[in-house]
């Protein structure tokens, strides 16, 4: 039995985790290179939290500059068993409200400038993103959303964009006629990294505005998200902080596969592999690296 340790990457308008106990900001290094910020580590109800604000404190990094492979590394570093991504999103259908947690279980990835794998030239790896989302975690986050009495909706799919602007109206149109129901710039390649670090993941995805399409709402407005999110930040707290004191003690194994999602995912063979990259994937892939040697 593994003890559960809860990550949380706080997006927009979320910098800090009030409520944590004994808590401290500590800096993490990591080999590939520098995450957003500190992390705060402390504990809720007796169980380890790690939280790390997406942008930084002062949001200083936008979607697309973010180090998503050395904030995901640090997460692993921590201990953390499943991580709870709290992300502000447009809305791509009328009912998911401004104020809304979606509690998405797809993405569609159209970012096109980042980094999305710890693996490359010296150690390739596949792992299966066809559940990208952890059940178990999702169904925490429903439970918690359940008791504190906040409007959820429990499934859907994020549009991930490469931002930093926001669509424009076809844009928005098209993603609705793939059926997607919110839009965000931050969940890819999260998610496809924490799946390579065999971290479950989960996104809360608050609903801020109406992205581009709704003819009652007209265009983007970046003051008006800032509002929603300041009148919804005491609710995404409350939210996570049921969830963490709700959270089974010892992680519980993942039905999607993300603990073990580098099980048979490793393709070069070990004589050919690069001991520099090995030597940085010592966190993300040491429970499957540490096997093979
Ligand atoms: C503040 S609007 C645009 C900004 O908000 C979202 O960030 P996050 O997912 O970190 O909450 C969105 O993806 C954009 O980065
Ligand atoms: N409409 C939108 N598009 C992309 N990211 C967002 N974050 C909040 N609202 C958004």
Same mark, same amino acid.
């Given at each position: 039995?593994?003890?559960?340790?809860?990550?949380?990457?706080?997006?927009?308008?979320?910098?800090?985790?009030?409520?944590?106990?004994?808590?401290?900001?500590?800096?993490?290094?990591?080999?590939?290179?520098?995450?957003?910020? $500190?992390?705060?580590?402390?504990?809720?109800?007796?169980?380890?939290?790690?939280?790390?604000?997406?942008?930084?404190?002062?949001?200083?990094?936008? %979607?697309?500059?973010?180090?998503?492979?050395?904030?995901?590394?640090?997460?692993?570093?921590?201990?953390?068993?499943?991580?709870?991504?709290?992300?502000?999103?447009?809305?791509?259908?009328?009912?998911?409200?401004?104020?809304?947690?979606?509690?998405?279980?797809? =993405?569609?990835?159209r970012?096109?400038?980042?980094?999305?794998? =710890?693996?490359?030239?010296?150690?390739?790896?596949?792992?299966?993103?066809?559940?990208?989302?952890?059940?178990?975690l999702?169904? $925490?986050?429903?439970?918690?959303?359940?008791?504190?009495?906040?409007?959820y909706?429990?499934?859907?799919?994020?549009?991930?964009?490469?931002?930093?602007?926001?669509?424009?109206l076809?844009?928005?149109?098209?993603y609705?006629?793939?059926?997607?129901?919110?839009?965000?710039?931050?969940?890819? %390649?999260?998610?496809?990294?924490?799946?390579?670090?065999?971290?479950?993941?989960?996104?809360?995805?608050?609903?801020?505005?109406?992205?581009?399409?709704?003819?009652?709402?007209?265009?983007?407005?970046?003051?008006?998200?800032?509002?929603?999110?300041?009148?919804?930040?005491?609710? $995404?707290?409350?939210?996570?902080?049921?969830? $963490?004191?709700d959270?089974?003690?010892?992680?519980?194994?993942? %039905?999607?596969?993300?603990?073990?999602?580098?099980? =048979?995912?490793?393709?070069?063979?070990?004589?050919?592999?690069?001991?520099?990259?090995?030597?940085?994937?010592?966190a993300?892939?040491?429970?499957i690296?540490?096997?093979?040697?």
């Amino acid at each position: 039995m593994t003890d559960a340790v809860l990550g949380i990457i706080g997006g927009s308008g979320i910098y800090d985790l009030p409520g944590l106990e004994d808590s401290q900001w500590i800096e993490v290094s990591s080999p590939w290179g520098a995450p957003s910020d $500190a992390v705060r580590i402390g504990r809720i109800n007796g169980l380890k939290i790690v939280f790390l604000p997406r942008h930084g404190r002062g949001h200083v990094y936008s %979607p697309s500059t973010i180090n998503y492979r050395a904030n995901i590394d640090v997460m692993k570093r921590c201990g953390v068993t499943d991580l709870l991504s709290v992300s502000a999103c447009g809305s791509l259908k009328e009912q998911h409200e401004p104020g809304m947690f979606v509690l998405v279980d797809q =993405f569609i990835d159209r970012t096109i400038a980042r980094e999305k794998s =710890f693996f490359g030239s010296g150690c390739v790896a596949h792992v299966s993103m066809a559940t990208p989302v952890s059940p178990k975690l999702v169904d $925490a986050v429903a439970a918690a959303a359940e008791a504190e009495g906040l409007k959820y909706h429990k499934g859907g799919t994020y549009l991930a964009m490469e931002g930093p602007q926001f669509s424009s109206l076809a844009e928005s149109e098209l993603y609705r006629s793939w059926g997607c129901d919110v839009i965000g710039m931050t969940n890819m %390649p999260e998610a496809k990294l924490a799946r390579e670090a065999e971290i479950c993941y989960a996104t809360v995805a608050m609903v801020t505005d109406y992205d581009s399409w709704h003819p009652d709402h007209g265009e983007v407005d970046i003051q008006a998200i800032i509002k929603v999110l300041h009148d919804n930040a005491e609710n $995404a707290q409350r939210l996570v902080g049921r969830v $963490a004191r709700d959270f089974p003690k010892n992680h519980q194994s993942c %039905p999607a596969g993300s603990d073990t999602a580098l099980e =048979f995912a490793m393709m070069t063979a070990a004589d050919k592999r690069d001991p520099a990259l090995l030597a940085k994937l010592d966190a993300v892939a040491g429970r499957i690296l540490s096997k093979a040697g």
